[in-house]
T-cell receptor, first 115, second 113 residues
Framework: KAGVTQTPRYLIKTRGQQVTLSCSPI?????VSWYQQTPGQGLQFLFEYFSETQRNKGNFPGRFSGRQFSNSRSEMNVSTLELGDSALYLC??????????????FGPGTRLLVL | GENVEQHPSTLSVQEGDSAVIKCTYSDSASNYFPWYKQELGKRPQLIID?????GEKKDQRIAVTLNKTAKHFSLHITETQPEDSAVYFC????????????FGSGTQLTVLP
């Protein structure tokens, strides 16, 4: 199976702009989680989507939002970009079956630079 | 919420030696503990995980131990090789948040040839 894919891989934006990142999970996976990775804060959970519904949300401002489509592909949006939003944004997919903890498989990430 | 602390932040070992990375967690409800390896410029990749119903799991040169009472878990790499050099992250996932991982701050492991 193809792995998790993310587009675009690199992005440069200026403060105040908005950005949309895309994630395609492994075929058959129904859950997509998003994480922000920075040198200072490490890997932090943003939110998780399952069956087009946000199931969990991390401690990020409302400028960060997301959605999931019926084919399980997910997008995240950041509005009114700030310099501190510069980071590697990773998505991870998992099967979304049952109650047991499931392995999350990460995509290559989108590196966002805000100038 | 969950808080995961990871030590050490950097670790250098000679090729062939063992490496141990330790993590502690705060939420006693956490029941899933994966370890990820991230090479420079690459995505995090799962190397081993353990669920709270077992105390130890081994996969070739890699092992993880879990002490639920003390709320800590450790990664053990034996017979280290230069290709083991990477950043290693531990994580915890509490019951009810199956796909919400709280990560440790990472350990930069360098294996010296």
């Amino acid at each position: 199976k193809a792995g998790v894919t993310q587009t675009p891989r690199y992005l440069i934006k200026t403060r105040g702009q908005q950005v949309t990142l895309s994630c395609s999970p492994i075929s058959g996976h129904r859950s997509v989680s998003w994480y922000q990775q920075t040198p200072g804060q490490g890997l932090q959970f943003l939110f998780e989507y399952f069956s087009e519904t946000q199931r969990n949300k991390g401690n990020f401002p409302g400028r960060f939002s997301g959605r999931q489509f019926s084919n399980s592909r997910s997008e995240m949006n950041v509005s009114t970009l700030e310099l501190g939003d510069s980071a590697l944004y990773l998505c991870a997919s998992s099967p979304g079956r049952g109650q047991l903890q499931e392995t999350q498989y990460f995509g290559p990430g989108t590196r966002l630079l805000v100038l | 919420g969950e808080n995961v602390e990871q030590h050490p932040s950097t670790l250098s070992v000679q090729e062939g030696d063992s490496a141990v990375i330790k993590c502690t967690y705060s939420d006693s409800a956490s029941n899933y503990f994966p370890w990820y390896k991230q090479e420079l410029g690459k995505r995090p990749q799962l190397i081993i995980d353990i669920r709270s119903n077992v105390g130890e799991k081994k996969d070739q040169r890699i092992a993880v131990t879990l002490n639920k009472t003390a709320k800590h878990f450790s990664l053990h790499i034996t017979e280290t090789q230069p290709e083991d050099s990477a950043v290693y992250f531990c994580a915890a996932s509490p019951t009810g948040s199956a796909r919400q991982l709280t990560f440790g701050s990472g350990t930069q492991l360098t294996v010296l040839p």
